[in-house]
């Protein structure tokens, strides 16, 4: 079953490639599209049959030096095929409707089947060739992807070299922290490696490195400057795919480094992990709710979801440290929940920023308002992915966020003085960064959909083709649907990672018995359609009596001419926060006041401009790179055209070979 | 036992939406006394609802169905609270959740709608008030989360009811330092959750100082009815929980006539006692710039922080 | 073949290679590159040549006659013909001091080379420095050169040398690996025969030092 699976996806990815090459660009997307969807569905398909602990694996015949190639995926492997798998398919879906000029090309689809497909095969490698195999496949496709358009805006560049550096810095780590692995082990599968001894100062170097890696293509602070600058730069459905899928297998990635790799006896790893996922949740969040770019603001509440898995795996392994497994099954099991619901509400986000996107022309929020009359099903499915990122009751964002402060509230009872730390400043930091969040959607919807248009283009928005509503009604419905019967998918996830005090109760309630607690968002939604109904009947009887006037003018405390232009924009519904913060945000603010020529009192023209960088770039990275150029451009005096002394280079380089080999 | 919790549930929602706008009365009677005027009555603010709901509500251009559908939204999570939240009794359904963290997803649904509707209105004043008021509950979540916290950390559990049926077991663990901390932070918390003073002013007229009042400033008719008793239910509700956790006696812990009644009268004298302190304290405070609540919330986050700690030492020692 | 007389003719190919790589130095490689460069591919050859005596392989010899033809034939003509009988100009540094430098790499080759002499021993191994002496003033040769024909020949003898400790070290390369270093070698002779053309169709002359004014 499972290699049918794996060999299936192969020949629906030739069969992409051979029709997006040979079809003309009318047909090209009706076409490719569907196949690459069912790449992505044969994924899921595939990592459905691991979970339910099926067994099978693909031998590669390649002849590579370093290690036979197979692929088998593990319960943990076959998970994230399934979410991959399911964003891959429902990606494919919106792009049918989606592309138009650069991103319908030969180009563009090959590699977004390819992309697709590499990403598939991360989880499903049994061994480190064909990981990373897999792995630097999928960069190199995304960076192309990236790059797509190109030709439209200067900034793709930008953002493309930001990403290909990181993701090729991410590669180097994680190339090192294996070949420390694989020489310790003696071999490079995955089932030596786990089951092997490791001495202490390799294992920690090992482990640091790989950790580095992995947050690095997860999007972890301070790796993440990436993020912000290559997910808005990218065509929709990819900013979909990299923002749901790819930066899951940086967490799938830590997941084996920390469960089954190197398993934790020192706490100071798990210390580590906890801590990046606590400073990038907060970070993540803080500068999403001061963005006013959509696309930017969605990319950061990657980076702070993203850090909230983090902050549950270290805190799983930290509690797993210290015996109490229990509780430590909970967090993990928070953990993959979490990687489920951003899923889930992510994808339907992205590909509602693209709706919009394409329907006005605009990313920046402050241009947008007034959608929800104009572009209903985007509104309402953007509206419940909202909802979800929010986690508001009724969500599996919601299921996810409780399952993570249960285990962190019943994890410091074991009389231990840095857990009884650790978790509550947790507690602290991911209430935080939910109330940030949930200030940060509502801004995000509220602007873009609700109240009159900004600008022209919001004004003459329409609805999208059918593709993509019908991705879109896909993701909002796994985003309702996934939280109202939430003990499916805590069975899942237990399998997934072996865990034992996690499975479900009830009408698909979720059930905790580690901890003793149970959830069951049916009854809640029960409770308040049973409590709605009163009031329902009383708001209708009195709309019958007296029906709601339209009248030309709103109260607006008085002032006679309001137009849209006055109404609150992004900017100004964040600024008591970015006042608040500024310390961590640092925005650069120009006030630029031009008085009348008449008088000094009287002002003609008022300019208010305020940038917000992201603090990481311009403290840590902007030094190191100016550093390298100063370097380089010293080094620039090596090259000075005299043949003599580049063959005196070579020279000295052999005398100092010998020098060495013989010493 | 489930049909039992159901009606004790039913009868703190009835209880709840027939004392709340008494409650409000109250407390506009305590400050127009103290003030030296003679007030409206106790029963004015159901006149007020009589009189909302016995006008048209009004459109303005780009309006959308927000602005009706926000408020029904508002009551119903209010309503949902009240019966999630033990006020009259601590009897709770098996399955369903009065958990902490439920309770405060919902009353945070109703922070949404009240958000948007605000945002719907398409002038600079509901965008403010919009504004304003999701910087304050993004702020305000975290000291909620954490002091409630801080009172399950004995229990080992987090649902609601069971935390207050410890306290009732063992009223000594009311007074304990833990507790008032957790206590002092929470009361903090919930001023800044309903819009009381000293972060909101919720009797002024100047718009450039309103947080909750600017976002029902389009809102007319019904919408604005319901707007105004789901804020009511929620301060109501919000109170009953600190007057439940700070003096958990008389509560009702079976579902029998004499102790729901009990109950109720319980919670009234609770709901009368802690409005009246509220309403007073509220004569003598001014309202902070809006600048100035960040440091009020971190300051109760911090005694939040503390009062967990200090219960991981209490166990471990 | 009696071991004195095989280690008598290791030691005499050794001798000349030395001798031709030192008068090359000592001659700026200019007028007398051709028959030098042919000695030296004459020397290997025959070393190659007692190598194969000794051991009883047709191979080797076959392998000698290879080296014979191009090394001592073949390469020196393409040399000369790249040269046109030009004469170049002064190297960087002066006959006296290249020969002391020579002096100082000759110690270096003998200093390096005394652990790769302690895996074995007879006369070949013993003759392994004289391999690496010569890399060492064939890189000499390129690194001070100002004429191109003078890299050429600096090149050619790096190779001489590499081809040397090959031989004395493991008795033999296999022929293909001979035959694949020699076609390579050739590729690269008339990469920089053509090279050397071109700098003279453009400049003139074939002086190294004009190429700086290619340096953006």
């Known amino acids: 079953m499972i290699a049918t699976g794996l060999l299936t996806q192969v020949a629906l990815l030739a069969l992409a490639i051979v029709l997006a090459l040979a079809t003309p660009v009318r047909y090209r997307a009706v076409l490719t599209g569907p ?42 492997g076959g998970f994230f095929m399934l979410v991959i798998g399911a964003v891959g398919s429902v990606c494919a879906v919106y792009a049918i409707g989606y592309v138009h000029g650069p991103s319908a090309s030969k180009t563009s689809w090959v590699a977004l089947a390819t992309f697709l497909t590499a990403m598939q095969l991360v989880p499903a490698s049994a061994d480190v060739v064909s990981f990373l195999l897999a792995w630097e496949l999928m960069a190199v496709t995304s960076t192309v992807l990236v790059l797509t358009e190109h030709a439209d805006r200067p900034s793709v560049r930008n953002a493309t070299l930001w990403y290909a550096s ?26 030596a490696l786990r089951a092997a001894e490791w001495d202490s100062t390799a294992a920690n170097v090992a482990f640091v490195s790989l950790l580095l890696g992995f947050a690095a293509k997860a999007g972890i602070v301070p790796l993440h400057v990436w993020l912000p600058r290559a997910h808005p730069e990218a065509p929709s459905h990819v900013s979909a795919l990299m923002s749901a899928a790819m930066v899951k297998l940086g967490v799938y990635g830590a997941i084996l480094v920390s469960t089954e790799f190197l398993v934790s006896r020192t706490t100071w790893w798990s210390v580590l992990i906890l801590a990046l996922g606590t400073v990038s949740a907060v970070y993540g969040i803080l500068q999403a709710s001061v963005a006013s770019d959509i696309k930017r603001l969605l990319a950061f509440s990657t980076t702070e979801n993203i850090g909230l898995m983090f902050l549950a795996l270290g805190a799983a392994s930290l509690l797993r440290a210290y015996e109490t497994t229990a509780v430590a099954d909970v967090a993990l099991a928070a953990c993959l929940l979490l990687v489920l619901a951003h899923a889930a509400f992510k994808t339907t986000l992205f590909l509602g920023a693209g709706s919009i996107l394409r329907a006005t022309g605009h990313r920046d929020l402050d241009l947008l308002g007034g959608l929800g009359s104009r572009m209903p ?61 949930l200030m940060t959607f509502v801004k995000a919807y509220g602007i873009a959909f609700l109240a009159r248009p900004r600008s022209e283009g919001a004004s003459r928005a329409q609805e999208s083709p059918a593709s993509m509503r019908l991705a879109l009604v896909a993701g909002a419905a796994l985003v309702i649907g996934l939280g109202l019967v939430p003990g499916l998918t805590a069975d899942i996830v237990a399998v997934a990672a072996g865990l034992d005090g996690v499975g479900s109760v009830g009408l698909a309630g979720v059930d905790l018995p580690g901890v003793s607690a149970t959830l069951d968002p049916s009854l809640l939604l029960l409770l308040g359609i049973v409590l709605a109904l009163p009031v329902v009947a009383v708001s209708v009887r009195n709309a019958r009596r007296r029906p709601r006037r339209n009248v030309d003018l709103a109260w ?78 010293a080094a620039k005096n090596l090259q000075n055209g005299k043949i003599n002394f580049y063959l005196a280079y070579s020279f000295v380089a052999f005398l100092v070979v010998l020098m060495v080999v013989s010493l | ?66 602005q009706a559908v926000g408020p029904v939204v508002l009551v119903v999570s209010s309503l949902v609270l009240c019966s999630l939240i033990p006020l009259v009794g601590t009897v709770a359904f098996p399955g369903l959740p009065d958990d902490l963290f439920v309770v405060v997803g919902v009353l945070l649904i109703g922070t949404v709608a009240l958000a948007l509707v605000g ?164 004569v003598f405070l001014a309202k902070l710039r809006l600048f100035r609540v960040p440091e009020l919330l971190a300051g109760s986050f911090v005694l939040a922080l503390l009062a967990v700690t200090a219960s991981y030492l209490t166990v471990t020692v | 073949m009696s071991a004195t007389l095989y280690a008598q003719a290791i030691g005499m190919c050794s001798a000349v290679l030395l001798l031709s790589a030192v008068l090359l130095v000592w001659r700026r490689a200019q007028a007398a590159a051709l028959p030098l460069m042919s000695l030296q591919g004459l020397a290997l050859a025959a070393l190659v040549g007692v190598l194969g005596i000794e051991a009883g392989s047709p191979e080797l010899l076959a392998l000698a006659l290879l080296v014979l033809v191009f090394k001592g034939i073949v390469l020196p003509l393409v040399l000369v013909r790249s040269s046109r009988g030009e004469r170049g100009g002064a190297p960087l540094i002066n006959t006296a001091t290249s020969l002391i430098a020579m002096a100082g790499l000759t110690a270096l080759a003998y200093a390096v080379s005394a652990p790769l002499a302690a895996l074995g021993s007879g006369p070949t191994v013993q003759a392994i420095p004289v391999g690496i002496a010569l890399v060492l003033y064939g890189f000499l040769l390129l690194v001070t050169g100002r004429h191109a024909i003078v890299q050429l020949v600096g090149f050619l003898v790096i190779d001489n040398g590499t081809s040397t400790v090959a031989f004395l070290s493991s008795g033999g390369v296999p022929i293909i690996v001979e035959l694949g270093v020699v076609l390579d070698v050739l590729l690269v002779i008339l990469i920089l025969y053509v090279l050397t053309g071109r700098i003279r169709d453009e400049f003139g002359a074939t002086d190294l030092d004009d190429l700086t004014e290619l340096r953006d």
């Open chain 1, 35 to 76: 196949v690459v969807a069912g790449i992505g569905l044969a994924g899921a398909l595939t990592g459905w049959a691991a979970l339910s602990g099926a067994h099978g694996s693909v031998n590669v015949p390649v002849t590579l030096p370093l290690g036979p190639v197979t692929l088998a995926p593990t319960p943990l």
């Open chain 1, 166 to 191: 990181m993701t090729q810095l991410s590669f180097f780590l994680l190339l090192v922290g294996f070949a420390i692995l694989s020489a310790q082990a003696g071999s490079t599968q995955f089932v």
């Open chain 1, 377 to 437: 099903l985007t509104s309402v499915t953007f509206g419940i992915g909202a909802l979800g990122a929010a986690a508001l009751p009724l969500t599996i964002g919601f299921v996810a966020e409780w399952v993570l402060l249960q285990a962190l509230i019943h994890g410091a009872g074991s009389h231990n003085r840095i857990l009884a730390i650790t978790m509550p400043v947790a507690v602290g930091a991911v209430a935080l960064t939910a109330g940030l969040a």
């Open chain 1, 556 to 633: 607006g405390c008085g002032g006679v001419r309001v137009s849209p232009r006055m109404q609150y924009t992004a900017t100004s519904y964040a600024e008591p926060l970015s006042r608040i913060f500024d310390d961590s945000l640092r925005p650069e603010r120009d006030v630029i006041v031009t008085h009348s020529t008449e008088a000094r009192y009287l002002v003609e023209r008022i300019q208010y401009r305020q940038r917000l960088s992201d603090v990481f770039e311009s403290r840590l990275y902007l030094p190191v790179i100016a550093t390298i150029d100063r370097v380089g451009a």
């Open chain 2, 1 to 66: 036992m489930n049909g039992g919790a159901s009606v004790l549930a039913l009868i703190q929602v009835l209880a709840m939406a027939v004392l709340t706008p008494l409650l409000v009365g109250l407390m506009r009677q305590v400050r127009a006394r103290l003030e030296g005027r003679a007030g409206a009555g106790v029963l004015q603010p159901w006149r007020d609802l009589r009189k909302l709901f016995a006008k048209e509500p009004l459109r303005a251009p780009g309006i959308s169905w927000v």
């Open chain 2, 119 to 282: 945002l719907d209105a398409g002038s600079a004043f509901g965008g403010m008030g919009s504004s304003r008021h999701m910087t304050i509950a993004a702020l305000v979540e975290p000291t909620v989360l954490v002091s409630i916290y801080a009172l399950s950390v004995p229990i080992g559990s987090s649902a609601l009811s069971r935390i207050v049926d410890a306290r009732i077991q063992a009223p000594a663990s009311v007074a304990a330092p833990v507790s008032l901390l957790a206590m002092v932070s929470l009361a903090i918390a919930v001023i800044a959750e309903t819009s009381r003073m000293p972060v909101d002013n919720p009797s002024t007229h100047l718009e450039l100082t309103m947080v909750h009042e600017a976002m029902v400033l389009e809102s007319s008719g019904r919408d604005l009815g319901w707007l105004e008793l789901g804020s009511w239910l929620r301060l109501g509700a919000l109170l009953g929980l600190i007057g439940t956790l700070t003096v958990p006696f008389g509560m009702a812990v079976e579902v029998a006539p004499v102790p729901v009644l009990v109950g109720m009268l319980t919670l009234a004298i609770r709901l009368a006692v802690l409005g009246a302190v509220l309403a007073t304290v509220e």
